[in-house]
């Protein structure tokens, strides 16, 4: 039996200041949400169980054994994702189940990646080499966009990296705006919260886990590699030369990937502000590791 619209939906709280930071829109999903999943539950015949409290851009809850039912918050391209699952159809992706307009019926997984980043980074590199996939249609996403972002951003808050941190930013997205290789459709936001672990070993499921909420779409592949880069904060502030480590991160990538350690690295730059300035403007203090790391690392 489905969930009835009497069942108060619990939604983790970055997916509320995410939804509330879409303003009217973000508040009419997050009242219709119950009512929503209700219904796909009774259309699916879905047993729903807890919810995930991990993610910041969709309800997730366990529906039965073996799947999970994902409602996906506006600011989020739900059609982007379904479009880049069945192009993978399991394929270094989670496999799509079903899908109802903004919602998808997912295969369930396990625990996310938690290795350290010795062993995280090239796995994360050979996964997004098994995930990526031929550019599908256009336009190009490029480096000019997170330009447009940060430049925003960056004065909206009040200014809260330095000239220094921001002046590199848009130096460096300005030298992106090349593809560093042929464009693939990339993830998007290939961090290891997005790479969870397979249940039941499958074809397209060699390493043993796989990647979800893709954002799918077309770009540099070494983008994917700078959002990896752009993690590891804590690892970073604990470093007595943070530089270093930091290159030395960029420099698995590089080899495990066969992509430029030049582009990477500046793709994880522009990635750490852009990142740092857009969790400022709706979460305040979770923005404040990657503004402090890329001051460490402006050269």
Request: net charge negative.
């Amino acid at each position: 039996m489905g969930l009835d619209h009497r069942v108060v939906v619990e939604v983790p709280e970055l997916v509320r200041l995410k939804a509330l930071n879409q303003g009217v829109e973000g508040e009419r999903w997050l009242a219709s949400l119950p009512s929503v999943v209700a219904d796909l539950a009774s259309e699916w015949s879905l047993t729903l169980g807890r919810p995930f409290t991990e993610g910041s851009g969709s309800y997730c809850v366990r529906a039965g054994a073996g799947a999970v039912l994902k409602v996906v918050a506006p600011g989020h391209d739900a059609a982007a994702q379904i479009r880049t699952l069945r192009a993978a159809d399991g394929r270094g992706y989670v496999r799509l189940l079903a899908s109802s307009g903004e919602a998808l019926l997912l295969e369930a997984l396990g625990s996310p990646l938690s290795l350290g980043p010795e062993s995280c980074l090239p796995l994360l590199a050979r996964l997004l080499r098994r995930a990526w996939l031929p550019p599908t249609e256009p336009p190009l996403a490029n480096a000019g966009m997170l330009a447009e972002l940060v430049e925003s951003l960056w004065h909206k808050n009040g200014r809260p990296c330095s000239q220094e941190a921001y002046s590199q930013a848009m130096r460096y997205a300005e030298r992106r705006s090349v593809p560093s290789a042929p464009p693939v459709l990339v993830h998007g936001d290939p961090h290891p919260g997005n790479v969870l672990q397979v249940l039941t070993p499958r074809p397209g499921t060699e390493s043993g886990y796989v990647f979800v909420d893709p954002s799918g779409f077309v770009a540099d592949p070494a983008y994917d590699l700078g959002i990896v880069l752009r993690d590891w904060c804590s690892e970073l502030l604990a470093a007595p030369d943070p530089v270093a480590l930091a290159r030395r991160y960029c420099a698995v990538l590089a080899s495990s990937s066969g992509l430029s350690a030049t582009a990477i690295w500046e793709w994880g730059f522009i990635e750490r502000v852009s990142t740092g300035l857009f969790l400022t403007d709706f979460a305040g203090p979770a923005g404040e590791p990657f503004l402090r790391t890329a001051e460490l690392l402006v050269r």
